[in-house]
Nanobody, 121 residues
């Protein structure tokens, strides 16, 4: 098992911000590309963001570009997602995932249970 545990979700008003965290253990976190993925009710998984092992390169889905920022702290084995200017359509279960290959988006070998983000007034 490769535990990935997310936290930081909740209910936020449109335009608000949240910071998600993903604590990793059981593997060499700093060696892996990591992703954030979300899944809204009744929809399939949607890739959100990816980050390189050292954190120097990132990629974001067009739907979140300019609003979300992925980062990592390899000393703490933790992945982050800073979400600003949240919209109702961002409502979903967000989970972190360990990419199977570099820059693979929805191809991952481990994922966490997720943390719920609800954007509503």
């Amino acid at each position: 098992q490769v535990p990935l545990v997310e936290s930081g979700g909740g209910l936020v008003q449109p335009g608000g911000s949240l910071r998600l965290s993903c604590a990793a253990s059981g593997f060499t976190f700093s060696s892996y590309y990591m992703n954030w993925v979300r899944q809204a009710p009744g929809k399939g998984p949607e890739w959100v963001s990816s980050i390189s092992p050292a954190g120097g390169s990132t990629r974001h889905a067009d739907s979140t570009k300019g609003r979300f920022t992925i980062s990592r702290d390899n000393a703490k084995n933790t992945l982050y997602l800073q979400m600003n200017s949240l919209k109702p359509e961002d409502t979903a279960l967000y989970y972190c995932a360990r990419a199977r290959n570099r820059w693979s988006t929805l191809d991952y070998d481990y994922r966490g249970q997720g943390t719920q983000v609800t954007v509503s007034s």
